[in-house]
C-alpha cells in the first residue's frame, strides 16, 4: 500500500553537479580521487587498530568503527555521483532514492552517535585517568556502539515512512546529485507540513542528543585541562582532544546546515552535502592519524611486518 502513493512515477532525475561536460569530467576525475583515498585510508586505518595491539583500547575501537562508518557512508553516494558524472541522462529509480535516503539517515545517524561516544570517551580519560580502565571496559564499549547502530536504525526507519507517504505528481527533477529527504519535499504535490514538522523535530532531538553530551564532555574537559598545573600534561590532554573536536565541527557543521536550512537548491546544499557525505569521510582517518603519534608508530610496525613477510 505504501508503494501505491509512486505509481505515477517511476524514477526522478538529477541535475548533478554540472551540466557543462568538461566541467563533469573534471569533477569525475576529483571525486574519484576522492573516493579511493578515502577507501584507502579507512581501509588501512582499520588494518593497523586491528593488527597492533597497543591500540586494542577502547579509543582506537572507537575510531576504528568511525573508519568502518565512513567506508560505508562514502559509498552509498559518491559511486552513484561518479556514475553520474559520466552519464548525459542522471535518473534514479523511486525505490532507489528511498534506499538512499534510507542509508544515508542510518549512516550518518550512527556517526553523530559514535562521535558523541568518543566525546565520553575523551571525557573518562582527561576527567578520570585513574578509573579509565573501569569506566571504559570493553562491554560498556560493545554496548555504546550497538546502541548508536539502534537509535540510528529507529531514526531512518521513521524519516523513510516520511518519504515512503509522499505523494509524487508531475515534477520528478531533483535538484542536487543525490537523494536527500529535504530536496524530495519540494516535488511533492501531498501536504508535507506534517512531514517536515516530523523531519526537523527528528534531527533536532538527533542533533541535541548528540551534541549536547559532546558539549557537556568538553566542557569538563576544558575545565580538568585549564585547572592542571603541569604545561606539558596541558598540551597532552588537549592533543587527545583535538582531532575529535576538528571531526565534529566538520561533521555537524555541514550536516545542521543541511537538514536545518530550508531547501533552495543552491551551491551552499550542494556543497554542506558534499562537505559530510564526500569531504568528511576521506579527512577523518587523517585528522586522527596525522596529529597521533600512536597511530603513526603503528602504522610502521605494520608496515614493518608486512615486509618482513614479505621478504
Known amino acids: 500500500m505504501a508503494w501505491r502513493n509512486h505509481s505515477a512515477i517511476t524514477e526522478f532525475m538529477l541535475t548533478g553537479l554540472s551540466d ?3 566541467t563533469e569530467a573534471l569533477l569525475f576525475v576529483l ?6 583515498l578515502t577507501m584507502t585510508e579507512n581501509l588501512m586505518m582499520l588494518l593497523v587498530i586491528r593488527a597492533d595491539c597497543h591500540l586494542h583500547t ?3 575501537f572507537f575510531l576504528s568503527n568511525l573508519s568502518f562508518l565512513d567506508l560505508c557512508f562514502s559509498s552509498v553516494t559518491v559511486p552513484k555521483l561518479l556514475k553520474d558524472l559520466l552519464s548525459e541522462k542522471k535518473t534514479i529509480s523511486v525505490q532507489g532514492c528511498l534506499t538512499q535516503v534510507f542509508f544515508v539517515f542510518i549512516t550518518a545517524g550512527t556517526e553523530a552517535f559514535l562521535l558523541s561516544m568518543m566525546a565520553y570517551d575523551r571525557y573518562a580519560a582527561v576527567c578520570h585517568p585513574l578509573l579509565y580502565g573501569q569506566i571504559m571496559s570493553n562491554e560498556l564499549c560493545l554496548k555504546l556502539v550497538l546502541l548508536s547502530w539502534g537509535l540510528a536504525s529507529l531514526s531512518s526507519v521513521v524519516i523513510v515512512l516520511l518519504a515512503i507517504n509522499l ?3 508531475e515534477t520528478q527533477t531533483i ?3 543525490t537523494c536527500e529527504l529535504p530536496s524530495l ?5 501531498s501536504d508535507i507540513a506534517i512531514s517536515v514538522d516530523i523531519l526537523i523535530c527528528s534531527i533536532l532531538l538527533h ?11 568538553y566542557a569538563r574537559i576544558v575545565s580538568t585541562i585549564l585547572s592542571m598545573s603541569s604545561t606539558t600534561g596541558r598540551s597532552k590532554a588537549f592533543n587527545t582532544c583535538s582531532s575529535h573536536l576538528i571531526a565534529v565541527v566538520l561533521f555537524f557543521g555541514s550536516g545542521l546546515v543541511r537538514y536545518l536550512m530550508p531547501t533552495s537548491g543552491s551551491s551552499l546544499d550542494l556543497l554542506s552535502s558534499l562537505q559530510y557525505s564526500a569531504v568528511t569521510p576521506m579527512l577523518n582517518p587523517l585528522i586522527y592519524s596525522l596529529k597521533n603519534q600512536e597511530v603513526k608508530a603503528a602504522a610502521k610496525r605494520t608496515l614493518g611486518r608486512y615486509l618482513h613477510y614479505l621478504g
Open 175 to 177: 535538484h542536487h546529485y
Open 207 to 217: 542533533g541535541l542528543g548528540t551534541f549536547l553530551p559532546i558539549f557537556f564532555s
Open 185 to 189: 519535499f519540494p516535488l511533492s504535490c
Open 31 to 36: 571525486f574519484l580521487g576522492i573516493y579511493l
Open 58 to 60: 577502547p579509543m582506537y
Open 20 to 22: 557543462d561536460p568538461q
Open 167 to 169: 505523494d509524487f505528481c
